[in-house]
């Protein structure tokens, strides 16, 4: 069964942290490079970070760097995102799905987690 469940969004004032966590199954988890990607109000799903299948690499677009930090825990199929100093133009939806050139042409989406920054 394919499945992506995002959690561990909310309501958080500028400056402060979250942590977001993606179980997902193994079809989609094992073996893959992970991302995570984010939709803000009225705008496309963007890029956030990625993660190798090892866990040895990764990547971030460059209005996250040096704040957000992606992990993966291979023994129980999640990917994690650790996302401190939040700013107000971090509010979005949050989603996790395998790591992909061609990312934003994959069909199966879990329903992702809201991150609301307030300023």
């Known amino acids: 069964q394919v499945q992506l469940v995002e959690s561990g969004g909310g309501l958080v004032q500028a400056g402060g942290s979250l942590r977001l966590s993606c179980a997902a199954s193994?079809?989609?988890?094992?073996?893959?490079?992970m991302g995570w990607y984010r939709q803000p109000p009225g705008k496309q799903r963007e890029f956030v970070a990625t993660?190798?299948?090892?866990?040895?690499?990764?990547t971030y677009a460059d209005s996250v760097k040096g704040r957000f930090t992606i992990s993966r825990d291979n023994a129980k199929n999640t990917v994690y995102l650790q996302m401190n100093r939040l700013k107000a133009e971090d509010t979005a939806v949050y989603y996790c799905?395998?790591?992909?050139?061609?990312?934003?042409?994959?069909?199966?989406w879990g329903q992702g987690t809201q991150v609301t920054v307030s300023s």
């Open positions: 799905n395998m790591a992909s050139p061609r990312w934003s042409t994959l069909h199966f």
């Open positions: 193994r079809s989609i988890f094992s073996g893959n490079a």
């Open positions: 993660i190798t299948s090892g866990g040895w690499s990764t």
